[in-house]
């Protein structure tokens, strides 16, 4: 198989990792791919928000399959183009995107498929904000409606603070919702899907806030750990049951079956799992330790997602567990510093990687690109010890003003985490 990757993050250097330890896999592609992609791919330019570009791509490399990374050029119908010119690709069509480009509409599938899930009350004009916090009371939990690449949601118990961000997203031209608090423990589960399948991987967790103890502002994901040695047994089943074939239904019949990813943000409620929001492509950073983990071949997988036949696949999974560590730039999530000197990053090895994702070339050497700069990822026998690898890396990193969490996976190892009691 030869497969172009497209994005530019840690979760596009995860998914050629995997790709490459794929012996049916003979060549990879990556655009616009970053600093470190390039020991694992040949490189390309493209404009990923524009899927004649990528469709143009493909068709000029002759690929077998496209693999799309980012929510954009999915919301924005690159599948469908790629389709189209009989090109392959893993990933949803625009029509079935939606399930993440608007959670409005991610609501209304829910509800229609019996879904659990929180409340939830949708805002298009400032005067309905106020009647809407009254409504779901505090936590507040005020959402933009559209695509904020995962900083779109501020929780608070601080009235004003919710009434600033509806404020702030109405004025972006973008609905507001809001939705009642869930509590409990968050889970990511991902699913690869065919249209009418879902094959569930690995749960994991990820720290949405930018400091310890989950202070600070909401981010793309400051780190992330899987497996749950505390999630309750029968978690995948339950979620499969009760969510992951019930919504793939419920598309199927709107006439727009999910094939490709679809990754369900879970609250573990006393009342059992509520979904949050869904994503309509790998997440980062849970990707990264989930694929670290996968133990069967990637390109068969996705190819077999991407020709609707996911039927007899089964997936096969390394023992131990995996933590990554995201390395943020100076100042991220507000206005993070770039162009800054990266230096230290080891060599990889079977289980300990640093995956790029901010990064690029600049006079032979590497600079910070963006807010998430990389990816310290390790496996291990247990998950103290791919803690401990995976914090080795940061370690050995220098960049100028970088910050990351020191907490990752450090509860679940002390058996401070624990699921609903029912």
């Known amino acids: 198989m030869r497969i172009l990757v497209i994005g530019s993050g840690a979760r596009e250097h995860a998914l050629l990792r995997a790709l490459d330890r794929d012996p049916a896999v003979t060549q990879l592609h990556v655009a616009p791919g970053n600093a470190g992609t390039g020991e694992l791919a040949a490189a390309h330019p493209v404009d990923v928000g524009d899927p004649a570009a990528i469709s143009a791509l493909a068709g000029g490399l002759g690929v077998d399959l496209v693999v799309i990374g980012p929510e954009v050029p999915l919301v924005a119908g690159a599948v469908d183009r790629l389709r189209q010119d009989g090109i392959a690709a893993f990933g949803p069509t625009a029509a079935a995107a939606r399930i993440e480009g608007s959670k409005a509409f991610a609501k209304d599938v829910m509800s229609a498929a019996g879904v659990p899930t929180g409340r939830a009350i949708g805002v298009t004009e400032e005067s309905g904000i106020g009647a809407a916090l009254d409504a779901l009371g505090a936590p507040f939990v005020v959402k933009d409606d559209g695509l904020a690449a995962g900083k779109g949601v501020v929780v608070t118990e601080d009235r004003a603070v919710a009434e600033e961000h509806a404020r702030a997203v109405l004025a972006a031209g973008h609905p507001v919702l809001v939705e009642e ?12 899907c065919d249209g009418t399948r879902a094959l569930p991987l690995l749960p994991a967790q990820d720290f949405k806030r930018a400091a310890d103890g989950d202070a600070g502002p909401n981010t793309g994901g400051m780190g992330a750990y899987a497996p749950l040695p505390w999630a309750p047994p029968d978690l995948v089943d339950t979620v499969q049951r009760t969510v992951l074939d019930p919504v793939l239904a419920e598309l199927a019949r709107r006439g727009a079956p999910f094939s490709g990813l679809l990754y369900a943000g879970l609250v573990l409620t006393a009342e059992g799992p509520k979904v949050i929001e869904f994503n309509c492509r790998f997440g980062d950073p849970e990707t990264q330790v989930v694929l670290e983990l996968l133990d069967s071949p990637l390109g068969e997988l996705l190819g077999a997602s991407a020709a609707g036949n996911l039927e007899g696949v089964a ?27 990266i230096t230290g990053i080891p060599a990889p090895t079977a289980d300990a990687v640093v995956l790029h994702a901010g990064t690029a ?50 509860a679940a190892i002390a058996g401070q985490v624990s699921g609903p009691r029912r």
């Open 315 to 341: 997936l096969q999974w390394k023992s131990g567990a995996a933590v990554t560590v995201v390395i943020a730039a100076e100042n991220y999530p507000a206005a993070p510093v770039s162009g800054d000197e």
């Open 361 to 410: 070339q600049a006079d032979g050497v590497v600079v910070s690109s963006g807010g998430r700069v990389l990816s310290a990822t390790a496996s291990g026998p247990d998950l103290a010890t791919a803690r401990e690898r995976a914090y080795a890396l940061v370690d050995s990193v220098r960049l100028r003003g970088s910050h990351h969490r020191t907490d990752i996976a450090a």
């Open 181 to 192: 608090f869930l509590a409990g423990p968050e889970v990511s589960l991902f699913a690869v």
